[in-house]
DNA sequence: ATGTCGCCCATTGGGCGA
């Protein structure tokens, strides 16, 4: 069985390079993050034509996360318990669509979006901070609940984890730019101290190894770009994972998403 | 270079988000 995950930037304006790349990848689950569109507008048909199953959760034209499956998409969910809002005013904090699970050849697929955080001050980095650690909460939950359970919580974490997931950790620091804070990466460390692995990152070292480009100022061509997405995994499912890798080729060219597809491999 | 994209509302441009 083969799961990817890809922050797909726009669904509609990228149809046919993701109907193309579903038909060619040859992956029984895709995770997408960032449709941008509503439930009214998804293109249903494109996953239809190719034999999967797909549900979607869009309430907006911003985020939007989706997982289309060929073997089975049972008990979708729509956000995860005690999921917090967002809104620049108190009074308007909205439930954004940054999460959707559905049970698909038995393993648990949560596609997530983490909330950028804007700027290591702005409001917006508390709310992913707090995001994240409910998040944790609930994934700590489960496999306190079934130790066995098969889970994998995949898509953009806005988290460079590590020094060698961004092009130039230097200007980085200097410029007191998100994905690297401290803050961030311990939300994301919590993760693993509960269990979860990247299963990823074996398969597809550093340093120079990443999952996504800037559109500005030629960062694919000048190969400095961050790694931001992942496939976490419960102990059960890290245990079936034979393989990894991370599709650079469909960054290149005109029509790419500036981010590239994350394809793991299960026993 | 504040260097690119994609959405919306609106209307050939501005605002927002990343």
Redesign the pocket.
């Known amino acids: 069985m083969r799961i990817a995950t890809w922050n797909v930037?726009?669904l509609?304006?990228?149809a046919d390079r993701v109907e193309a790349w579903l038909d060619r990848s040859d992956v029984d689950v895709l995770a997408i993050q960032e449709t941008?569109?509503k439930d009214e507008?998804f293109p249903w048909d494109l996953f239809e034509r190719l034999g999967y199953d797909v549900a979607h959760f869009g309430v907006s034209?911003?985020n939007g996360v989706a997982i289309a499956s060929r073997v089975g998409l049972e008990d979708v969910e729509r956000t995860f318990e005690g999921q917090p809002t967002f809104g620049?005013e108190e009074a308007d904090a909205v439930q954004e669509s940054r999460a959707i699970a559905a049970t698909c050849g038995g393993v648990r697929v949560w596609s997530l979006y983490v909330?950028?955080g804007?700027d290591r001050n702005d409001p917006?980095m508390q709310y992913k901070i707090d995001w994240l650690g409910v998040l944790k909460d609930q994934a700590a939950s489960w496999l306190a609940t079934d130790p066995d359970a098969q889970v994998a919580l995949v898509g953009d974490w806005n988290v460079a984890p590590r020094d060698e997931d961004v092009w130039d950790i230097d200007l980085f620091e200097r410029e007191q730019a998100t994905h690297v804070s401290a803050p961030e990466r311990a939300a994301f460390h919590a993760f693993e101290e509960a269990g979860f692995a990247d299963v990823v990152r074996p398969y597809t070292p550093g340093p120079g190894v990443y999952t996504y480009w800037d559109?500005?100022?030629l960062r694919f061509p000048r190969r400095e770009g961050m790694r931001i997405d992942f496939v976490l995994a419960s102990p059960a499912l890290a245990a079936r994972v034979t393989g990894a890798s991370i599709d650079r080729q469909e960054r290149k060219g005109k029509?790419a998403s500036d981010h590239a597809p994350v394809v793991v491999e299960l026993a």
Do not use: L, V
């Open positions: 930037n726009s509609r304006a990228r941008k569109c507008n034209q911003w620049k909330p950028n804007r917006h559109y500005k100022q029509g």
